[in-house]
Antibody, heavy 119, light 111 residues
Framework: EVQVVESGGGLVQPGGSLRLSCAAS????????MNWVRQAPGKGLVWVSR????????RYADSVKGRFTISRDNAKNTLYLQMNTLRAEDTALYYC????????????WGQGTTVTVSS | QSALTQPASVSGSPGQSITISCTGS?????????VSWYQQHPGKAPKLMIY???KRPSGVSNRFSGSKSGNTASLTISGLQAEDEADYYC???????????FGTGTKVTVL
């Protein structure tokens, strides 16, 4: 079964750090481009970051640029999102999503991991 | 990148057709024929319904169709069913620097 499973969310104070992980299975992870998409409580979807298949190219939304770092370990079939200098507005459900380059669309979504930034 | 504009809500009776609009700009929807649509039921992950503006992934009902005119993309749901009640988001490719921009989302209610 093709799936991605996120982990690592939790409660963190403003200014703190957190690292999210995403374990992929059922497809060739090393050939897949990947994204992080977030959804604040009761709000819409927002694209956060994208990484190419070998990790040599990354992109970020302006709202997280300089604070978040996307990376991957193809040997472990795992995607990461290192989040530093967290703000209250980063509170959201974070989805790990496969980028289907044949479609230019995101076709495999995890169930998400919740990040809450609060004192 | 600013979010694409969608109506907050659209409703229809069972069997009817509804259309959700998604308005962007010449930087995204207007330039690229790469609009995708996602369905999200409460508490669930989004599901890809349409890609490249009008194509359906395997397993998606042909009651869902997409189109585009200028800077506006549209999703039409025909033969509306109770199970179609959900939130719908459009998303456009917007270039290699900031590749994806989502719409504001539309809540579809089946009356």
């Amino acid at each position: 079964e093709v799936q991605v499973v996120e982990s690592g969310g939790g409660l963190v104070q403003p200014g703190g750090s957190l690292r999210l992980s995403c374990a992929a299975s059922g497809f060739t992870f090393s050939r897949s481009w990947m994204n992080w998409v977030r959804q604040a409580p009761g709000k819409g979807l927002v694209w956060v970051s994208r990484i190419n298949n070998d990790g040599s190219s990354t992109r970020y939304a302006d709202s997280v640029k300089g604070r978040f770092t996307i990376s991957r370990d193809n040997a472990k079939n795992t995607l990461y999102l290192q989040m530093n200098t967290l703000r209250a507005e980063d509170t959201a459900l974070y989805y790990c999503v496969r980028d289907n380059l044949d479609y230019y669309a995101m076709d495999v979504w995890g169930q998400g991991t919740t990040v809450t930034v609060s004192s | 990148q600013s979010a694409l504009t969608q109506p907050a809500s659209v409703s229809g009776s069972p069997g009817q057709s509804i259309t959700i609009s998604c308005t962007g700009s010449s930087s995204d929807v207007g330039t690229y024929d790469l609009v995708s649509w996602y369905q999200q039921h409460p508490g669930k992950a989004p599901k890809l319904m349409i890609y490249e503006g009008r194509k359906r992934p395997s397993g998606v009902s042909n009651r869902f169709s997409g189109s585009k005119s200028g800077n506006t993309a549209s999703l039409t749901i025909s033969g509306l069913q109770a199970e179609d009640e959900a939130d719908y988001y459009c998303c456009s490719y917007a270039g290699s620097s900031s590749p994806y921009v989502f719409g504001t989302g539309t809540k579809v209610t089946v009356l």
